[in-house]
């Protein structure tokens, strides 16, 4: 099993950046697959962004050219940095990693982008 901490929201203004992280309890190094997810309020928790072991990456087209994901498995960590934020991107976002035979969840961390 494995716990995920995210952390680095906050509150920005349109425009802005910010770094998310996700720590995880114990080595990141087999986990294949890592995606962030976010949640806006009244919708539906939606898959934004995913990296393999290999470095692979994806991303819905709404955040390509301004988000990245990446990770470091030397320190467990899983990043996201948003660039040039918009109003829309405000939300709860998660990471989320399947160690077999289930899929664990961070508490997530609040993103509020202001217009």
């Known amino acids: 099993q494995v716990q995920l901490v995210e952390s680095g929201g906050g509150l920005v203004q349109a425009g802005g950046s910010l770094r998310l992280s996700c720590e995880a309890s114990?080595?990141?190094?087999?986990?294949?697959?890592m995606r962030w997810y976010r949640q806006a309020p009244g919708k539906q928790r939606e898959m934004v962004a995913a990296?393999?072991?290999?470095?692979?990456?994806d991303y819905i087209d709404s955040v390509k050219g301004r988000f990245t994901v990446s990770r470091d498995n030397a320190k467990n960590t899983l990043y996201l940095q948003i660039n040039s934020l918009k109003p829309e991107d405000t939300a709860v976002y998660y990471c989320n990693a399947f160690v077999k035979p289930r899929t664990y969840w961070g508490q997530g961390t609040q993103v509020t982008v202001s217009s």
């Open positions: 114990r080595s990141i190094f087999s986990i294949n697959v």
């Open positions: 990296i393999t072991s290999s470095g692979y990456t």
